[in-house]
């Protein structure tokens, strides 16, 4: 499938939004602790989206064929998370949600943030997602995002991983 990979628009916030409430509701039907259990909703409530939106870090990925949001991300430049930020030119991956029935949108989200990355002359991307999800970290894992500590923020305890981006010539 084709996908669009671009920066969100304001029209956009309310169905991006959408794809957070959706996840949620997921994650309850799997029986899986993370985001529905941590007060996401609250935390990163749909002003906090339309602020990322005007600054300009908020992107989205949209199918060709459907003409639907299927993904969004938060890409900073900054994040209290890791120790080193002010140090390291690096893109910092937030808020990371696909819609469930398109499988590979994350892949494809990360795909191209590490494209921007590269572009922008950053030299590693950054994320960090729960401690206790195995699959998750074995799924960044395999994408070569490599294990750089630990982070807490509130009730959310997570893995801090990296992966070093290739210099543009």
Not at 92 to 109: E, I, K, M, Q, S
Request: glycine share 8%; proline share 5%.
């Amino acid at each position: 499938m084709d996908y669009i990979f671009q920066p969100a628009k304001i029209e956009d916030v309310q169905d991006i939004f959408q794809l957070y409430v959706n996840r949620v509701q997921w994650m309850d039907k799997k029986g899986l602790r993370q985001w529905n259990a941590t007060g996401y909703l609250s935390r990163y409530p749909m002003e906090y989206y339309r602020k990322q939106c005007e600054s300009g870090t908020l992107y989205l990925l949209r199918s060709v064929a459907g003409n639907e949001i299927v993904g969004a991300v938060v890409l900073l430049h900054s994040d209290e998370r890791w120790p080193d930020r002010g140090d390291v030119s690096a893109y910092y991956v937030h808020n990371l949600v696909t819609r469930p029935a398109f499988g590979g949108c994350g892949h494809r989200l990360l795909d191209e943030a590490e494209k921007m990355a590269i572009e922008h002359g950053k030299q590693f991307i950054r994320l960090d997602c729960a401690l206790d999800n195995p699959v998750l970290n074995d799924y960044y894992g395999a994408l070569g995002y490599a294990p750089a500590g630990q982070c807490e923020d509130g009730p959310y305890i997570g893995n801090l991983r990296q992966k070093a981006l290739p210099v543009k010539r």
